[in-house]
């Protein structure tokens, strides 16, 4: 029958439950994109006490999409509810840029959310929880939240990139006339900001190094800019930050984290402490780094050559990065 082939339920947390992000993500974490057709799921989905009628909302519609694989949804302002227990949790619930702000405007409002987010997940989630902040500024969030979690692994808590990577891709695919299933080993360095490095040095087109293929110039006045900004774009556009396909990406991280990432490359952002340095990264980052994913974890991209363009990309999205942690040190758990 249908339930014997079926593993027992998991447990995954969103955050920011009724928000435009959370929006597409449910859906995609109820259809079975996210952990296959196999896994059921328990929805534990938060968002602040005056958003729970619009939660209840969202509740409704999860419901009526009869998907087999959502064996149960709780929907809660209460964090003892929420974290119960949890396998895996999207931390979405934080304040979006609106236009003319940047990411790191929100250092300070978004915080404060993460430093309780953290010590939430201590007190009531598995100390196995695989943790991903898509909320911005992404990348200290995680810092954040990690620092206010001692009792879980640092390796499980990741920031997001993904969006940066897909992004990218994207564009090189566009720009080299090709489907972006035939491009490999591209690389998003750093935070998710417009000092990210979009990297192309290792990318690969049908297995064939591309970069003495590509215009140096328009990688990089056009591809890097173009890949750096393009959240604001969409924000200029939509006059609203991107939602579908931050939800996308999202699932594209949990997914690969969870499953294996089939010998691909992909970029997450993850502590640097687990790194010693590697690639000249310091550590007490969340950084986003080439990972492979394979049985639940994930690992660095070793022993790859640096070049001096490389190196000096690199250093100005360590130097952000380390700015954002001084401005936010208060929030930090020593
Ligand atoms: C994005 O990259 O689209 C999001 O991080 C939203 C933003 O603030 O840019």
Known sequence: ???????????????????????????????????????????????????????????????????????????????????????????????????????????????????????????????????????????????????????????????????????????????????VHNIEKLVIWGNHSPTMFPDLTYTTLHNQKIKTKIDHIWYEKEFIPTVQQRGTAIIAARKASSAASAASAAVDHVRDWALGSNGQWVSMAVPSDLYNGEYGIPIGLIFSYPIVCANGSYQLVKDLKIDEFQHNKLRITVNELLKEKEAVVDLIRK
């Open 1 to 179: 029958t249908f339930t014997q082939h079926m593993k027992e339920p998991v447990r995954v947390v969103v955050t920011g439950g009724s928000g435009q992000i959370a929006y597409s993500l449910l859906f995609r974490i109820a259809s079975g994109s996210l952990l296959g057709e196999h896994q059921p799921v328990i929805l534990q989905i938060y968002d602040l006490p005056h958003m729970q009628s619009a939660l209840k909302g969202v509740v409704m519609e999860i419901s009526d999409g009869a998907f087999p694989l959502v064996h149960e949804i709780i929907a809660s302002d209460t964090p003892s509810t929420v974290y119960a227990d949890a396998d895996y949790a999207f931390l979405v619930g934080a304040k979006p840029r609106g236009p003319g702000m940047e990411r790191g405007d929100l250092l300070k409002q978004n915080g404060e959310i993460f430093v309780k987010v953290g010590q939430d997940l201590d007190k009531f989630a598995k100390k196995t929880v695989k943790v991903l902040a898509v909320g911005n500024p992404v990348n200290t969030n995680a810092l954040i939240a990690m620092s206010n979690a001692p009792s879980i692994p640092k390796e499980n808590f990741t920031a997001m990139t993904r969006l940066d990577h897909n992004r990218a891709l994207c564009q090189l695919a566009t720009y080299l006339n090709t489907e």
